[in-house]
């Protein structure tokens, strides 16, 4: 019935914008009465990662660093989720009030909490008092240009170019502690997000990347038993990013064919196993299960390190992904097909394409054969960490938390 509601909201605008307004308007009261009327707890700390959609990422980084600190026994920690029955058994939350996101209950917490830690905007209708403090952690280093930065006007199907840089300027109004791994990350986001604050960025590593300084064989094996990953094969992760100009019914759609996976399958499945993690924001079905024996869905990884710690090299495109998983110094390869269109029509980019730890392919074919290729460059990667992950030691959360709450 859900389904059947949303493709007839799709198939009329009329009815869609109606609702959507309705819907709006109605989060707007909500956020006001709770602005207006919520006491603040200065010992509680409201979190949320991706608009609610995982457990995962810099917000979860830190949450565990405080949950294994004594200093935070009496502070109260809240999560919001779009499905929080979903996460209920998860050991780490045990410690934590699950909320639905953008519920009554979600304005009536945030207006509660002192403190907010998240890695996307703020929703426009969500005002912070002056007393509170948000934790702006993003969620990655960027190659391609964000917010402000993008120079291709026309690009996004859903935001005019003004409009998307308002979005930006005015979320980075909230700011108060934004983490940063490198000056390269400085540098982008206060670009980016028109930051004239500098005092908001530290740069003190990135929380989200903690796991992949500290890791250990065990904690490999144990997410392989826990996914039912075949040991025998060795894993590919593809994770590709998404295209600001593919964009139908409403929804972000991936452009890739099937017959790229055909290929895949025929030359790699003796050997690998791929799992392929789309972006968030991409809507359409793709039919794992026609591939069943070769590819996984990323999307059973609730957190994408684990992803990163089970893989054995690292397939994108213009995705922050290649920034964290450079910390492991695996293999990376660099599928950029649409590599003139996306450049020139889409996003362009801020880092020079050369400076990548990774060769570039452009064809399915010669993706194949760079997979094969025995031709690693650890001196590559570790030169790219000197560069842009310097501060990445493992301790990042702890100095987030030192720096605010101690």
């Known amino acids: 019935m859900k389904r059947f509601i949303k493709e007839t909201f799709k198939k009329n605008p009329l009815i869609h914008k109606l609702v959507v307004n309705h819907r709006l308007k ?11 009327s919520q006491d603040i707890d200065n010992k509680t700390i409201i979190f949320s990662s991706f608009y609610g959609r995982e457990y995962s990422d810099s917000p979860r980084a830190i949450y565990e660093e405080m949950i294994n600190d004594s200093y935070f026994d009496d502070y109260t920690f809240i999560w919001s989720f779009k499905e929080p029955e979903k996460y209920r058994e998860i050991k780490e939350l045990e410690r934590a009030i699950l909320i639905k996101n953008v519920s009554e209950e979600f304005f009536k917490c945030m207006y509660k909490s002192k403190y907010w830690v998240s890695n996307s905007r703020m929703y426009p209708y969500i005002e912070k008092r002056s007393e509170q403090i ?53 540098q982008c986001i206060k670009s980016a997000f028109r930051i004239d604050d500098t005092s908001k960025i530290h740069e003190i590593g990135y ?12 904690k490999i094996n144990e997410i392989k038993e826990k996914f039912n990953i075949d040991k025998k094969r060795k894993v590919i992760a593809y994770v590709p990013t998404w295209r600001d100009n593919k964009y139908q019914n409403g929804e972000y759609i991936s452009d890739l064919e099937y017959d790229f996976f055909d290929y895949l399958k025929k030359e790699l ?11 968030y924001f991409i809507a359409n079905d793709f039919k794992f299960n026609k591939y069943s024996d070769f590819i996984v869905n990323g999307r059973i990884f609730e957190d994408i390190n684990d992803l990163y710690l089970i893989s054995d090299m690292l397939i994108t495109d213009y995705s922050s992904a290649f920034f964290d998983y450079a910390n492991l110094n695996r293999k990376m390869i660099f599928y950029m097909y649409d590599y003139e269109e996306y450049k020139n029509k889409t996003r362009n980019f801020y880092l020079d394409i050369d400076a990548l730890p990774g060769n570039i392919v452009k064809t399915k074919e010669a993706l194949v054969k760079e997979i094969n290729n025995d031709n690693f460059d650890i001196n590559r990667v570790e030169k790219f960490n000197n560069e842009y992950n310097y501060l990445e030691d493992g301790y990042a959360a702890k100095r987030l938390v030192d720096d605010i709450f101690k």
């Open 26 to 36: 109605k989060k707007q009261q909500l956020a006001k009465k709770y602005y207006e």
């Open 134 to 186: 948000l934790i702006q952690t993003w969620h990655g280093t960027p190659l391609k240009k964000i917010g402000c930065d993008i120079d291709v006007d026309g690009n996004n199907a859903r935001h005019a170019k003004n409009e998307l840089n308002n979005l930006y300027i005015e979320d980075a109004i909230k700011y108060d502690y934004m983490p940063s791994p490198s000056k390269y990350y400085s």
């Open 207 to 218: 929380p989200r990347n903690d796991i992949l300084k500290k890791y250990n064989v065990d």
């Open 269 to 279: 499945s003796d050997e690998y196993i791929l799992i392929y993690r789309t972006h």
